[in-house]
């Protein structure tokens, strides 16, 4: 099993920049892709980013890309997304996400997630 808590979340306004942080607990993250989603008031769960366990490749949503940043730490067990240049339209609360096998875009497909973390940009 492994257990996952995200950090880092806040308001902040147009612009600026946060970074979040996902801690893992229980089994190794190392074998394990992990993946950032969103979901924002009314909608369905979307997804930001994913990188393989070895870090070597990374994928973003067309929303994100050259905004935001995935990376991981194998041996602190975190995996964290940078924010930057955020627009009002990333609010939302942000879910980090783990799953073994291939990378995915797809919500269904991850086994472990986190209990998320509200991010909130002001115009």
């Known amino acids: 099993q492994v257990q996952l808590v995200e950090s880092g979340g806040g308001l902040v306004q147009a612009g600026g920049s946060l970074r979040l942080s996902c801690a893992a607990s229980g089994r190794t993250l190392s074998w394990l892709n992990m993946g950032w989603f969103r979901q924002a008031p009314g909608k369905e769960r979307e997804f930001v980013a994913h990188i393989t366990w070895a870090g070597s490749i990374t994928t973003y949503a067309d929303s994100v890309k050259g905004r935001f940043t995935i990376s991981r730490d194998n041996a602190k067990k975190t995996a964290y997304l940078q924010m930057n240049s955020l627009k009002p339209e990333d609010t939302g609360v942000y879910y980090c996400?783990?799953?073994?096998?291939?990378?995915?875009?797809?919500?269904?497909?991850?086994?472990?997630w986190g209990q998320g973390t509200q991010v909130t940009v002001s115009s």
């Open positions: 996400a783990a799953k073994g096998g291939s990378t995915s875009v797809v919500v269904d497909e991850y086994a472990y």
